[in-house]
């Protein structure tokens, strides 16, 4: 009897709690509609993209600075460069791509 009642007192605190968090919950991405949505995406995409893109370009700079004649290092140095490159493009294409959807629309 007594364990009966400790879950059903545990069950009604815990539904008093999690109803009580659930009003207080704001949204966090502050986003009137889905464009808006897909614009922040876009942002912080980029944001990120402009952040690693030099640490990734001096990366693969070094590889090829130090390759010492070896072709693969060689090798590896160049695609660092080039996906690094082609990354940055990516996600400054694509936020130019949402802002060119969201003038048309």
Known sequence: MKRGTAIS???SLGLTFSSSAL???KNPINSANFSDLLTKIADGVLTIAIGIAPIMIVVGA???VTAGGNAERVK???DILLYAIIGLVIAAGAKGLIL???GII
Do not use: R
Request: charged residues 15%; proline residues 0%.
């Open 23 to 25: 009003a207080a919950i």
């Open 76 to 78: 590896t140095g160049k």
């Open 9 to 11: 007192y545990l069950v």
């Open 100 to 102: 060119w959807l969201k």
């Open 62 to 64: 070094f590889y090829f």
